[in-house]
């Protein structure tokens, strides 16, 4: 690796990328040394959760080892310190997805709770009755969900973007639902269900013009190519941990500053407040207002180490190796006969899902089990997608760019074997 | 390989490609749907009930192997059965997919079910080879509400 794929670190440090070496990689995640049913595993469920490298794992320990203390609030060292490794980490984040303040970085459980956030603190003011949000078809349950739940309130409509054959958002439909009934446009950077990578950049541009505040769920997306919110111009982007090979339980809300500070707060209780009086309480400033009680600070100094592992390898260096193996995962899966591919979208990245002809996707997943193959299957949390394409479930590999091809060759091995029970 | 052979035995995979009683009965009196939203299996059971005895029955549906041969062989096991008998033969079923062992006394003869043992090695599939034993238990009782898994 040559010193032009430098980049400085959150604190200004230069850190030189790793060379991409696959086996060095997986050296680093130690639950990859382990065996179900007697063979090696091979993860392929990387969509519904990412392994954790030991980095991240021994800042973990670490923290509750030795810097465990509430912050933002001891007048002691021990909690000076916890609060300056969860503050550090916020650093991290907004470094991460470049954005231009670290108020604007609001630490969430979940990428769930970041659209909720939305929906509650800036829905709630705004949305109107007879106002209409824009969804696309090929969203999480998250993002669909609090969506409907504030339009009922308010008597709004949710109106969704359809997808094509091929699992591309459509943005010439898109173009004609944006009305001066539109007030608010949510749609998933990368869909969980097909792989999909929408044109987050039109979309944003052409809600600009009719000035709709965009939120952009980022979930499937941070992990595999760097995002730059600044670039993006979106008003909010979320994404959770647990995919990004950081801990469960941890998320993020970005939000530009103006709106995070004319919006309600999300929950109240501890942390959230400057004074409290039973006749009047304040607001503490973003991003506090939007972090009532004590907040998983483990894991967001552990989402920290593993955005310094991230940066470490490259993100660049990371979405090329992945892009490589996603392209030979296609061509291996789709040549075994009976395979139906679902999602076959120009711009993808890191799914493959599919479906055998004859065999349910649960039996496919069960077979590949029994050869330490770990993918998943049923309706992904995207139940509109299955309607799309006419099935009650799908079978689902997600790839990490630990996975190699020899995986995927056991993945096509394995799904022969699938046949082969089935006769 | 062998609990998978052990799971997906010959007979299983025969009534998953042709499931028996794979139909609407027009005759039915009680009818159920069942639903399994972690895989999103589907079965819905229709009756025929006189007196105290399944005259008919009949399932439709689309679900994994398991949950359908499972409907198959009901279907096949419960016709002509007393409800006392239905229910004694789900305890039976239930113990041989969980592994539990049998209870004691007498209990009535699995026949063709017995297929279904290796179930019990696979934790995840037991809801997959109850769903329709469910959904016949709530058409017996004409809950009218859908069963789920969860």
Redesign the interface.
């Known amino acids: 690796m040559n010193s032009a794929s430098e980049l400085l670190t959150a604190d200004g440090r230069q850190m030189p990328h790793r060379a991409f070496d696959v086996q060095t990689i997986r050296a680093d995640f130690p639950i990859l040394k382990r065996l179900i049913?007697g063979k090696p595993l091979i993860y392929l469920d990387n969509a519904a959760t990412s392994q954790k490298p030991q980095v991240v794992i021994d800042t973990l320990t670490r923290y509750y080892s030795e810097e465990n203390a509430n912050i933002h609030r001891g007048a002691y060292s021990l909690s000076e310190q916890a609060t300056q490794a969860y503050e550090d980490a916020r650093l991290k984040v907004r470094h991460f997805i470049n954005a231009p303040s670290e108020r604007e970085i609001i630490f969430t459980r979940s990428v769930s709770e970041a659209i909720n956030l939305v929906v509650h603190s800036y829905g709630r003011k705004y949305i109107k009755a007879g106002d209409e949000i824009i969804i696309s078809a090929m969203e999480h349950h998250s993002n669909i969900v609090p969506w409907q739940i504030l339009c009922e309130e308010k008597g709004a409509i949710l109106r969704v973007v359809p997808i094509s054959d091929a699992g591309e958002f459509q943005l010439d439909a898109y173009e004609k639902l944006l009305t001066p009934r539109t007030k608010f446009v949510a749609v998933t950077q990368v869909s969980n269900a097909l792989g999909s990578i929408t044109p987050v950049r039109q979309i944003i541009d052409l809600a600009h013009q009719h000035e709709i505040p965009v939120l952009i769920d980022g979930a499937q997306a941070v992990p595999h190519f760097k995002v730059d919110v600044q670039e993006l111009d979106c008003e909010f982007y979320g994404f959770s941990g647990h995919k990004l090979y950081g801990p469960t339980g941890i998320g993020i809300l970005y939000g530009k500053a103006k709106l995070l500070e004319a919006m309600q707060p999300y929950q109240g209780g501890g942390d959230m407040i400057r004074s409290v009086t039973f006749e009047k309480t304040i607001y503490a400033p973003i991003p506090s207002k939007f972090e009532a009680g004590t907040p998983h600070i483990a894991g967001g100094i552990g989402l920290g180490a593993a955005i310094d592992y991230l940066e470490g390898i490259g993100m660049e260096e990371i979405n090329a190796y992945e892009q490589e193996l996603l392209v030979y995962a296609m061509a291996a899966v789709s040549a075994t006969p009976g395979v139906r591919i679902f999602g076959t979208a120009k711009e993808k990245a890191g799914v493959i899902s599919f479906s055998l002809e004859?065999?349910?996707?649960?039996?496919i997943a069960?077979?590949l089990d029994?050869e330490g193959i770990a993918i998943r299957?049923?309706?992904h949390c995207a139940q509109p997608v299955?309607d799309r394409f006419g099935v009650?479930?799908m079978a689902r590999a997600s790839l990490a760019f630990y996975n190699t091809k020899e995986e995927i060759d056991a993945l096509v091995a394995g799904i022969h074997k699938v046949k082969e029970?089935?006769? | 390989m062998s609990d998978l052979r052990e799971l997906y035995q010959d007979l299983i995979i025969d009534h998953s490609k042709r499931p028996r009683n794979f139909r609407v009965l027009e005759t039915a009196n009680h009818t159920s749907e069942g639903y399994n939203p972690l895989c999103g299996d589907k079965v819905t059971v229709f009756l025929e009930l006189e007196q105290d005895r399944v005259k008919n029955v009949s399932f439709q549906g689309s679900g994994c192997a398991i949950s359908t041969s499972s409907a198959s062989v009901m279907t096949e096991s419960v016709k002509g059965k007393t409800l006392a008998e239905v229910e004694a033969l789900f305890d039976v079923f239930h113990n041989l997919v969980t592994g539990k062992p049998a209870d004691g006394g007498a209990t009535p003869e699995l026949g063709k079910l017995a297929v279904f043992s290796g179930v019990s090695e696979f934790p995840v599939r037991v809801k997959c080879a109850t769903l329709a034993w469910h959904t016949l238990h709530a058409a017996l009782q004409d809950k009218g509400e859908p069963v789920s898994t969860e």
């Open positions: 049913h004859g065999v349910h996707p649960h039996d069960t077979i029994q299957t049923g309706h299955m009650p479930a029970v089935f006769g």
